[in-house]
T-cell receptor
Framework: GEDVEQSLFLSVREGDSSVINCTYT??????LYWYKQEPGAGLQLLTY?????DMKQDQRLTVLLNKKDKHLSLRIADTQTGDSAIYFC????????????FGAGTRLAVHP | DGGITQSPKYLFRKEGQNVTLSCEQN?????MYWYRQDPGQGLRLIYY???????QKGDIAEGYSVSREKKESFPLTVTSAQKNPTAFYLC???????????FGPGTRLLVL
């Protein structure tokens, strides 16, 4: 069945780059998403990539998609303490109603 | 300001009680969704609605009910049949089938 996997925890030093990885199983996914969740809050859409793209850059964020390996990554350049949050990868699964399949989330901790 | 609002922020349920969570959007989106989030897990879809007066079960609909009488509103009722209701509930909306989903701030439901 459809599944999305992420590592659960990442710790980086302030100013370094962070790379959060995600693997998915549904090769028919049209879009892949990255959402950010701060404590006690809803999910904030960070960025998304269409499945026929390899890379998308948006300011400090770079998304890389390897469709062959079904691997998605989110790179955050110059990571700041305000980037500390849980990051969710999601794929638009098969089915007619835009079902999103979420990973369990990666908790990013940024330390001085 | 366009967005999605959820109320209340915190909700307490007594044994055997039904409670209703509110979700309102002024984005003119056709589709709305309810998700449940448990600690350390990704989001799971409870119900979704693509259009007024129509809704479909998601992956974990048992013990929940919804209505969609207005385009702007998609309330979720957690019934007494839901034996483990303690969770963070997130509402989302999208322009239509296949559209990017945007999330509200969430409601945390606790059982007394």
């Amino acid at each position: 069945g459809e599944d999305v996997e992420q590592s659960l925890f990442l710790s980086v030093r302030e100013g370094d780059s962070s790379v959060i990885n995600c693997t998915y199983t549904d090769s028919s996914s049209t879009y892949l998403y990255w959402y950010k969740q701060e404590p006690g809050a809803g999910l904030q859409l960070l960025t998304y990539i269409f499945s026929n793209m390899d890379m998308k850059q948006d300011q400090r964020l770079t998304v890389l998609l390897n469709k062959k390996d079904k691997h998605l990554s989110l790179r955050i350049a110059d990571t700041q303490t305000g980037d500390s949050a849980i990051y969710f990868c999601a794929e638009s699964g098969s089915g007619g109603y835009n079902k999103l399949i979420f990973g369990a989330g990666t908790r990013l901790a940024v330390h001085p | 300001d366009g967005g999605i609002t959820q109320s209340p922020k915190y909700l307490f349920r007594k044994e055997g009680q039904n409670v209703t969570l509110s979700c309102e959007q002024n984005l003119n989106h056709d589709a709305m969704y309810w998700y449940r989030q448990d600690p350390g897990q990704g989001l799971r879809l409870i119900y979704y609605s693509q259009i007024v007066n129509d809704f479909q079960k998601g992956d974990i609909a048992e013990g929940y009910s919804v209505s969609r009488e207005k385009k702007e509103s998609f309330p979720l009722t957690v019934t007494s049949a839901q034996k483990n209701p303690t969770a963070f509930y997130l509402c989302a909306s999208s322009m239509g089938q296949g559209g990017t989903q945007y999330f509200g701030p969430g409601t945390r439901l606790l059982v007394l």
